[in-house]
């Protein structure tokens, strides 16, 4: 029976990003299914003790923006370390995602997801901008008019909330994470670790 992994990400996190392909090319290996969850990480940072980037000690801010250089670098993903329009509100995108994966399955979802991230990261486009929303759905062959107004729908909101609680009753902390049953590996950097347990 092919496992499925729950993924928790954040609309605006570059660490998301950079495990977006490997992932995909991972869950491709080993025939998992793969179902997308973008939750309220400010919410999930509230309840487990995390603090948002600008709430940081200096220190760790420092440390974050050498991190990203050094895996923009390994991994040849070419980010702006401080794009235009980050942190965007990923409240609209985040019900699109939602919309898409209970109405026409994962894979649209993710595909959304992912392309919002590169768009973001790479290209600083605005991801809170109903325009450029509209014109991401459409970029991954979905109807963008049509789903940007299926997201309005609040229904989007109260599941998203419902999940956000899930994930911390799970004990998810941070973004990414990828979950199979009780385990959790957290952040782009444990996909090595993800990949051994599908192949155990």
Same mark, same amino acid.
């Given at each position: 029976?092919? =496992?499925t992994i729950d993924y928790y990400v954040s609309l605006n996190s570059p660490w998301t990003h950079f495990g977006a392909a490997r992932l995909?090319? %991972?869950v491709a290996r080993h025939g998992a299914g793969l179902r997308i969850y973008p939750v309220d990480y400010g919410a999930i940072f509230a309840a487990t003790g995390g603090l948002p980037l600008g709430q940081r000690a200096p220190a760790r801010q420092a440390y974050r923006m050498m991190e990203l250089s050094r895996w923009r670098d390994a991994l040849g993903i070419p980010i702006h370390l401080r794009p235009r329009h980050f942190p965007a509100n990923e409240t609209l995108a985040a019900? /699109? =995602?939602i919309a898409a994966r209970e109405t026409l399955g994962s894979g649209p979802a993710i595909a959304l997801a992912h392309r =919002?991230?590169? /768009?973001?990261? !790479? !290209? !600083? @486009? #605005?991801t809170a901008d109903k325009a450029t929303l509209a014109a991401l759905i459409a970029e991954v062959g979905l109807d963008g008019q049509s789903l940007l107004a299926a997201a309005e729908d609040p229904r989007w909101a109260a599941m998203r909330a419902a999940d956000t609680e899930r994930a911390i009753a799970r004990g998810v902390f941070g973004a990414p994470s990828y979950v199979i049953g009780a385990e959790i590996f957290w952040?782009? #950097? @444990? %996909? #090595?670790f993800l990949e051994r347990r599908l192949s155990a």
């Open positions: 029976m092919a =496992v995909g090319a %991972l019900h /699109a =995602v =919002v991230l590169k /768009a973001l990261w !790479e !290209e !600083e @486009r #605005d952040g782009q #950097d @444990r %996909l #090595d």
